[in-house]
Nanobody, 118 residues
């Protein structure tokens, strides 16, 4: 069992920056692919960025060039650096951990609110 706790959300003006953090419990963090998702008002949850166990990253088009995902396995933490924020980035951001050992093991955090507004 893995517990994920996100933090770092808040209110920011357009063009501003935030860094989200997601801390995982347990000693097997490095074996999980980590992803950030978001769900805006009235929208479906969507993938924002992912990082695999080897450090390979991928991004949704909406965040390319503005968002950076990274991980620190020693701290059991995955980060999402978000720059040049836009009002359309307003959403609840969720952290997800996943790995396959025979079956899928998938865990979600509780989410952190990001509001981009002047």
């Amino acid at each position: 069992q893995v517990q994920l706790v996100e933090s770092g959300g808040g209110l920011v003006q357009p063009g501003g920056s935030l860094r989200l953090s997601c801390v995982a419990s347990g000693s097997t963090f490095s074996s999980y692919t980590m992803r950030w998702y978001r769900q805006g008002p009235g929208k479906e949850r969507e993938l924002v960025a992912g990082i695999d166990t080897g450090g390979g990253t991928n991004y949704a088009d909406s965040g390319k060039g503005r968002f950076t995902i990274s991980r620190d396995n020693a701290k059991n933490t995955v980060y999402l650096q978000m720059n040049s924020l836009k009002p359309e980035d307003t959403a609840v951001y969720y952290c997800r951990a996943a790995r396959v050992i025979g079956i899928w093991n998938v865990y979600w955090g509780q989410g952190t609110q990001v509001t981009v507004s002047s």
